[in-house]
């Protein structure tokens, strides 16, 4: 079983509404909290963590720019994708750089089936 691999903070922060809008907005623009919490209207602590997970993961990354002395995000997730094929649960990350990360687990594992 893989599970030591499989990272689930993954899958529930992609799931998330908020950080899914997060996402979607800062890989159309690039912006720092205090713009994203605005435009979005996701309250600005939320936000704060939401990024902090993400940049955890290496799902956002800092601009290396400032806006009004703020650190400005960037995704740096081209695609996420969950799949079942047969008796495994896939998880593929693919980021701005080309790189992927996959996980994989075998579902009859997970619910106990030898």
């Given at each position: 079983?893989?599970?030591?691999?499989?990272?689930?903070?993954?899958?529930?922060?992609?799931?998330?509404?908020?950080?899914?809008?997060?996402l979607s907005f800062?890989?159309?623009?690039?912006?720092?909290?205090?713009?994203?919490?605005?435009?979005l209207s996701i309250?600005?602590?939320?936000?704060?963590?939401?990024?902090?997970?993400?940049?955890?993961?290496?799902?956002?990354?800092?601009?290396?720019?400032?806006?009004?002395?703020?650190?400005?995000?960037?995704?740096?997730?081209?695609?996420?994708?969950?799949?079942?094929?047969?008796?495994?649960?896939?998880?593929?990350?693919?980021?701005?750089?080309?790189?992927?990360?996959?996980?994989?687990?075998?579902v009859g594992l997970?619910?106990?089936?030898?």
């Amino acid at each position: 079983m893989m599970l030591e691999g499989m990272d689930f903070q993954i899958p529930r922060l992609t799931c998330d509404e908020d950080t899914g809008r997060i996402l979607s907005f800062i890989s159309l623009r690039p912006s720092c909290v205090a713009e994203i919490s605005r435009t979005l209207s996701i309250p600005a602590a939320r936000c704060y963590r939401r990024i902090r997970e993400m940049e955890e993961r290496d799902l956002v990354k800092r601009d290396g720019d400032k806006r009004d002395g703020a650190d400005v995000y960037r995704s740096n997730l081209r695609s996420f994708r969950m799949m079942i094929e047969g008796e495994h649960l896939c998880q593929e990350l693919e980021f701005e750089d080309g790189s992927r990360k996959t996980f994989e687990l075998d579902v009859g594992l997970l619910m106990g089936e030898a």
